[in-house]
């Protein structure tokens, strides 16, 4: 059973997780170490790919 914002905490959620993947994508980009394209791939698009999959299973499971 959801509640009435159960869905706007599971987008914000989203939000949040997509902006911190963001913010850790422009900060590594600074970066010309190798290991910055490890922190890219392995910290900045696993919290992008969580934020959308967190938003796309609240859409689905929302309940109108």
């Not at 059973?1 to 997780?17: K, N």
């Amino acid at each position: 059973m959801t509640g009435p914002g159960t869905i706007d905490r599971r987008v914000r959620i989203a939000a949040a997780l997509v902006g911190a993947g963001l913010l850790v994508e422009i900060l590594v980009l600074r970066g010309l170490h190798p290991s910055a394209f490890l922190m890219f791939v392995f910290a900045g698009i696993p919290l992008v790919a969580a934020g959308v999959l967190v938003f796309l299973y609240s859409l689905v499971s929302a309940k109108d």
